[in-house]
């Protein structure tokens, strides 16, 4: 009876640890799949109307809203879609940075929505001084 109890007891401590191992696979895959996460630019003309554009595709099993998009500076501006991204579709976040700021640069971007945890974007760049700038007429 000894021996029953605690091969009982074995063999069900072993059916909880193999379903967490499960759960925990299923936490690290994001419903919103970006095709990259970071981007950087080097050699930025100043005042430029300069745009990165973040991809990405809903894998989850229904439309995704994305909430709110938030930068970690006010030099740094992010325009989220307005309509809701179907199953199987894709969207993109735009993001622009404020091109009278010279000098390296690492923002990041933060976006929200109802399908999954929050996702970190980064923009990374040098942005040239006046002088060093192309002459554009």
Sequence with gaps: MKYLHLSLFFVLT???????QDAS??????????????????????GSEDLFVFEFKNTSKKAAV?????????????????????KGKKGVIKVHYDTKRVGAFTK??????????????????TVLTPSDSPVTN
């Design 14 to 20: 072993q059916l909880l640890f193999a379903q967490a």
């Design 25 to 46: 696979k299923k936490a690290t895959q994001p419903a919103l799949r970006f095709t990259v996460l970071e981007i950087e630019r080097q050699n930025i003309p100043y």
């Design 66 to 86: 994305i909430s709110n998009v938030q930068t970690s500076c006010g030099c740094t501006a992010a325009e989220k879609p307005e309509t809701p991204i179907r």
């Design 108 to 125: 990041t971007i933060t976006v929200f929505s109802n399908v999954g945890d929050p996702i970190v974007l980064t923009i990374k760049g």
